[in-house]
């Protein structure tokens, strides 16, 4: 009987010879890790409590790799006889659990004796963190437009303030922006964000900037004479903000999160950081009414928890039921 030729399937070009089903593992491995990691500071301030946590174990002549519970327990004790903040110490258990986890590992902090000694912890020194204070709309106002902007830094920093509140944005988007992120049309300013701590995937992200009725304070303006400026100097792609030499030359250096920080103290006050630009986001916001929904469509938020936790009313007047007893 005549054998009839089978036609290839045509998506075997594409794909290539076929693989035996080890040679993915070294990949899936890789993607494996980079799932567990988290952003980039994240993985930083894991990175230094996991050097700290080693180098207590050499000191005590204790394994970190793995890690009993006794050891652990005696750390995050350690930990708090030397006043460390409860969240400090969570975030110690949180970098040991998370080597754990990239070996292969069972972790410690699973462990019911152990949560329960952090319990005792937390209820002893209180687990109240302290949080960037939020400025009034009046001051921001009356501190951008003290800003000098003759001076080519004082038209960046305006601009940084301007974007970085009105974009409810995290310090480490701020500073990572590029030229080719902003969209600007009719109704004011798109700025695309590539990646974000709730948004590591890289997937499809924008936050909306609208014009401002007061120039001075006018957010889409501010970053349009920022990029003129930048223009003048032939720089029409790469970072958003740059650093500066001395003598106000512009360097090609992105500005730094340290930098950011140190800006936002500056112009505002050592009493606030560059966090304090998104917390006042969204306390201002809630002030003049803006609901949840509205609030999360700009910070990116996932829930409302998080809304509620970014929201400084600390005064005792501001968002008060007394008021509306009808007295």
């Not at 921001?140 to 509140?165: N, S, Y």
């Not at 500073?175 to 902003?182: E, N, R, W, Y």
């Not at 003048?232 to 106000?248: D, M």
Request: with cysteine; glycine share 6%; charged share 25%.
């Amino acid at each position: 009987m005549e054998v009839l030729p089978v036609s290839p399937d045509p998506r075997s070009n594409a794909v290539g010879a076929a693989r035996h089903i080890d040679d993915y593992a070294e990949s899936a491995a890789r993607y494996v890790k980079t799932g567990q990691q988290g952003a980039a500071n994240t993985q930083r301030a894991y990175a230094g409590d996991w050097r700290r946590f080693t180098t207590w174990c050499h000191d005590h002549n204790r394994e970190p790799l793995p890690a009993d519970v006794p050891t652990l327990a005696a750390f995050v004790t350690a930990l708090a006889e030397a006043g460390k903040k409860v969240a400090t110490i969570q975030r110690h258990c949180a970098s040991v659990s998370k080597a754990h986890q990239l070996a292969g590992l069972p972790t410690p902090t699973d462990d019911r004796l152990f949560k329960n000694l952090l319990e005792g912890i937390s209820r002893e020194k209180g687990v109240r963190q302290k949080q960037a204070p939020a400025f009034t709309m009046a001051y921001f106002k009356r501190m951008v437009q003290g800003i000098d902007t003759e001076r080519p830094d004082g038209l960046r920093d305006r601009a940084l303030l301007l974007l970085g509140f009105a974009g409810a944005f995290r310090r480490d988007e701020l500073a990572s922006l590029d030229l080719a992120h902003l969209r600007f049309d009719d109704d004011g300013l798109v700025v695309e964000l590539p990646k974000s701590k709730t948004n590591q995937k890289g997937e499809a992200e924008e936050k909306a900037i609208f014009f401002a009725p007061d120039r001075r304070s006018c957010p889409v303006r501010a970053v349009k004479d920022w990029l003129a400026l930048l223009e003048q100097h032939g720089r029409t792609s790469g970072p958003l903000f740059l650093s500066f030499h001395k003598g106000q030359r512009l360097s090609r250096r992105r500005l730094s999160t340290f930098s950011l920080n140190e800006i936002v103290q500056l112009r505002l006050g050592t009493t606030y950081t560059a966090h304090s630009l998104r917390a006042s986001f969204v306390t201002i916001a809630k002030l003049n009414g803006a609901d949840d929904a509205e609030v999360m469509n700009q910070t990116k938020h996932k829930t409302t928890d998080m809304i509620r936790r970014y929201t400084r009313l600390d005064n005792i007047r501001q968002h008060n039921a007394a008021q509306k007893l009808g007295l």
